[in-house]
Nanobody, 122 residues
Framework: QVDLVESGGGLVQPGESLRVSCAAS???????????MGWYRQAPGMSRELVAR???????YYANSVSGRFTISRDDAKNTVDLQMNSLKPEDTAVYYC?????????????WGQGIQVTVAS
């Protein structure tokens, strides 16, 4: 089992920056087999969407809507993943969820944080 705890959300004005962080804790057998860590978001009335994801080994993926503005980073020694969000827009307003995928063949495991609110408004 893995627990994910997010921090750092809040209310900012358009154009400002915000950093959200996620710390993973749990069984070593899970944490030593992390495939990817990332961030999703869900705005009111919308489905959850992938924002950014970093594979173990360093490959990253960004949604087109955040590419060039958001940066994902991981600290594998601490099992943390951060999302630096710059030039925020009102459409970035959403609940942001930390996600962690574990691969332990033949099974995969998918863990989620509780979500943290990010609001961009003037």
């Amino acid at each position: 089992q893995v627990d994910l705890v997010e921090s750092g959300g809040g209310l900012v004005q358009p154009g400002e920056s915000l950093r959200v962080s996620c710390a993973a804790s749990g069984s070593n057998s899970m944490l030593s087999n992390i495939y990817s860590m990332g961030w999703y978001r869900q705005a009111p009335g919308m489905s959850r969407e992938l924002v950014a994801r970093m594979m173990t080994g360093g490959n990253t993926y960004y949604a087109n809507s955040v590419s060039g503005r958001f940066t994902i980073s991981r600290d594998d020694a601490k099992n943390t993943v951060d999302l630096q969000m710059n030039s925020l827009k009102p459409e970035d307003t959403a609940v942001y969820y930390c996600n962690l995928d574990v691969v332990r063949p033949p099974r995969t495991y998918d863990f989620w944080g509780q979500g943290i609110q990010v609001t961009v408004a003037s």
